[in-house]
């Protein structure tokens, strides 16, 4: 595989002076989950309790907000963390989001998304969900939207450093690594390769 990195390390170069900003770009594997299982507790319980939704109404809306998600990780990996930009402050910016990570792919505190980071994006789709669809189908929704994105974010986690045997680990880890060794403009589904497939930037079999 092509040597399209700085180091395998755990660790990873400093990106910020500031020693608060470098805290909070480094993140324990588990603190997505501490910060949105709660989030998504209280959207069920929006869901039931305050919208009086029936379990197939709550069940379709959660699987269509897990759908979305696939499709917004796609999109996001694809043409947000791997756009380039040319200006200097451009790519210091990309370096920071993205970047650093496919030069220390294996930095076990950058591999999951920074809540100073993340939750403002969260607020932001929770704002999109609230002006396309009704109460009744946004708590549902966003509670399956969120659950796509800690899939994700533990998937990615995951797929740097478990070794997984067989099934659908492997496979998924084999994609994910051809992503980050081979060629970065395929493989941008990091928890379903469905769009890959489906926007033609899968690998090829061979």
Known sequence: ????????????????????????SKVPFYIPLIVYIPIIGYMIWRSFINEDMTFLHF???????LGVWTLVEYVLHRFV??????????????????GVHHDYPNDAKRLVMPPSASLPLAALF????????SDYLLYASFAG???????YDMMHYALHHYNFKSGLGLKMKKHHMLHHYSDETK???VSSAVWDKIFKTNFSRK
């Open 187 to 189: 493989g941008y589904g």
């Open 81 to 98: 963390f791997h756009f380039h930009p040319q200006s200097s402050w451009g790519k210091r910016i990309h370096f920071i989001f993205h």
């Open 59 to 65: 069940t379709m809306a959660f699987f269509s907000g």
């Open 145 to 151: 939207f969120i659950f796509g994105y800690l899939i």
């Open 126 to 133: 929770f704002f999109l969900f609230r002006s396309f669809i």
């Open 1 to 24: 595989m092509k040597k399209n990195f700085v180091s395998n390390s755990t660790e990873s170069t400093r990106m910020f002076k500031s020693n608060f900003l470098e805290g909070l």
